[in-house]
């Protein structure tokens, strides 16, 4: 079913479905020692959907297992690596609290070695933190570092709540906004990225992604909407792909962010590839992705 205001999710389903994804994604790459979160796999096995269980127990549907389960540990490597430098940076620099937005299943707060004095903020769906963090502690997980837990969706008033969780407006803060953009509504990124700015003095630190286009997920072209769905059923998902996301032309993110007064740098995700030492690939879909890039910014 399309989105809809208001509509709900838990871990085994819909959008929620889809941080349960990365998580196997992430999972796959600890094994390959691409990345260190030895947390991802446990979560996954709690949450329990079959498409993931088989996934972890190397079992995807057609041809090129062995190169498909390489090429989502490769890419989620890529990605982890640089939100956790990201992170990591901003720690090294002075800045004592973090804000993880839309956290899904992100253990951040429970595998990164966090200065004794840093304050971490999760924010997602009521449901999605308890079971997160329910689940880590049943698994003798302790958090790395102050760690608030805040149950809103994104699309309500979060700064609200994120205050009312002890968050301090004064503080530098370092903001990950990391595979969540497409899942709100154009309107809903834009408010997103005021209240981050309203929230944040000089000197804070943002980082998420730009995707020039959302052809590759809303099924805009031929290409498009049948690479992405063949790459969405080996997974073993039935939902269409397009009716996970917001449709609607968007601001553009840099852009957006730069009359806002950050300062931003732009990674293509392409390049990043080859900067972490893995090929890249030149297929259809690769093409409907070009130009994507991940985001640092600073406020000035």
Known sequence: ????????????????ATATAVAASRALAHRANLIDDPWAEPLVKAVGMEMFLRILDGHIAGDHTETDLQRMAQGMAVRTRYF???LI??????IRQAVILASGLDTRSYRLAWPADTTVFEIDQPGVIDFKTSTLRGLGATPTAGLHTVGVDLREDWPGALRA????????TAWIAEGLLIYLPPEAQDR???????????GSRLATE???????????????????????RKLGFHDDLAD??????RSHVI??????????????????????????????????FSGFQYISATLS
Do not use: C
């Open 192 to 202: 997103l990225f005021d209240h981050i700015t309203a929230l944040s003095p000089v």
């Open 255 to 288: 852009d957006y962010l730069g009359v806002l007064g950050w300062r931003v740098t732009g990674d293509l995700v392409q390049e990043l590839f080859e900067t972490n030492g893995f090929e890249s690939n030149d297929d259809e879909m690769t093409e409907q």
């Open 165 to 172: 969780s002890g968050f301090d407006p004064a503080r530098p």
């Open 84 to 86: 956790d430098d990201f």
């Open 210 to 232: 730009f995707m020039p286009s959302m052809g590759a997920f809303t099924g805009e072209t031929d290409d498009a909407d049948r690479d992405g769905q063949e790459r969405w």
């Open 1 to 16: 079913m399309a989105r809809t205001d208001g509509d709900t999710w838990d871990l085994a389903s819909g959008v929620g």
């Open 244 to 249: 996970l996301v917001y449709h609607g032309e």
């Open 89 to 94: 940076e901003a720690a090294a620099d002075g």
